[in-house]
């Protein structure tokens, strides 16, 4: 029987990691077979070179096999500038390679370096994730690693994708949008990126209130028949965020969408058009499952944002013909 040893343990998450001569195996301590299959077939597109070798489970848990890559962790290497530089680029290079996809924990004890070779394990975060996001956490990750010596104005060197209009098309409207946010938080506030049509129009923390929310706007300009996509991306929220006492919910942390004003028009009930596609924590879902509570995919008729994810509402222009044509 092949050797194995414990090497990390996290009883928070429930999840373990056994080295094997061969291979390693990361353990969850329960079963979710749907997201460990898609999960799985994700990392075999991903990552390729054979890594991942194969998944499996039994009653009360399931686990992930992946190959021994050589080298060292990053965690021991000295933090010169020259390797700081090194790791920076290697975590833009690896994200266009991967994109859409990212590995989204560039914690240097996930960093294998061999000589000129540097590469990544640990891909449970890995999934789709806005731009703007990924380059917040590859900022938060390697100033955590590296402290004042990590510069992160070295990240303006990535360019955010952006949508491009037909040049021959003839563009017949700016239409003006207006969006009010306000959150309810006792720790840190939520993070809202407002895109459209996959452009970055706005990211902060969201502090305002219900009588005093926050405004933002701006101006966009469109093409007759435009199909458009207006979407909140919501994030930064912890399981720390949510406060329990007593299985109740003491304390929490919510982004609530008050107003969506588009070309002076206050566009009410039609926000509740938007689809909301909430990221649930994977220990609390599967909590959820095992209480044999269905947690849906999607979302409409919402306005509350309670877990990190995104909301989109769709329209078209010219957009007061398609106003009128929703409306009634």
């Given at each position: ?20 001569e061969t291979y390693f195996r990361k353990k969850w301590l329960y079963k979710d077979e749907a997201w460990l299959e898609q999960h799985y077939k994700m990392l075999q597109d991903v990552c390729g070179d054979g890594y991942v070798k194969d998944w499996g489970s039994n009653d009360n848990e399931m686990w992930l096999d ?263």
């Amino acid at each position: 029987m092949e050797t194995k040893k414990l090497i990390k343990q996290k009883p928070s998450q429930q999840t373990e990691v056994w080295e094997f001569e061969t291979y390693f195996r990361k353990k969850w301590l329960y079963k979710d077979e749907a997201w460990l299959e898609q999960h799985y077939k994700m990392l075999q597109d991903v990552c390729g070179d054979g890594y991942v070798k194969d998944w499996g489970s039994n009653d009360n848990e399931m686990w992930l096999d992946t190959k021994k890559l050589p080298g060292k962790l990053a965690s021991t290497f000295e933090h010169t500038q020259e390797f700081i530089t090194k790791i920076h680029n290697f975590c833009l290079d690896h994200y266009t390679k991967t994109k859409p996809y990212a590995h989204f924990d560039w914690d240097l004890n996930n960093i294998i370096v061999h000589g000129d070779n540097i590469n990544l394990v640990d891909w449970d975060q890995c999934g789709i994730y806005q731009e703007g996001q990924i380059l917040d956490k590859i900022t938060a990750d390697l100033k955590k690693a590296f402290g004042d010596k990590y510069n992160p104005d070295l990240l303006k060197s990535l360019p955010v994708t952006k949508e491009k209009h037909n040049s021959n098309t003839k563009e017949t409207e700016t239409l003006k949008f207006i969006i009010e946010l306000y959150s309810e938080y006792w720790k840190n506030p939520p993070i809202a990126e407002i895109y459209l049509n996959g452009e970055s129009k706005y990211k902060n923390y969201i502090r305002g209130t219900k009588d005093k929310p926050d405004v933002i706007s701006f101006e966009h300009k469109f093409a007759e028949d435009d199909k458009w996509q207006l979407m909140i991306d919501r994030y930064n929220k912890s399981e720390k965020e949510t406060n329990f006492v007593d299985g109740k919910i003491l304390n929490d942390q919510l982004l609530h969408i008050k107003n969506i004003n588009i070309d002076e028009i206050d566009i009410g009930p039609l926000v509740f058009k938007g689809v909301y596609t909430p990221n649930y924590p994977t220990r609390w879902a599967q909590q959820q499952r095992d209480a044999g509570k269905e947690l849906p995919k999607t979302l409409e008729n919402v306005t509350i944002m309670g877990h990190n994810g995104t909301w989109v509402f769709c329209a078209e222009s010219p957009f007061y013909m398609w106003l009128l044509e929703n409306l009634y």
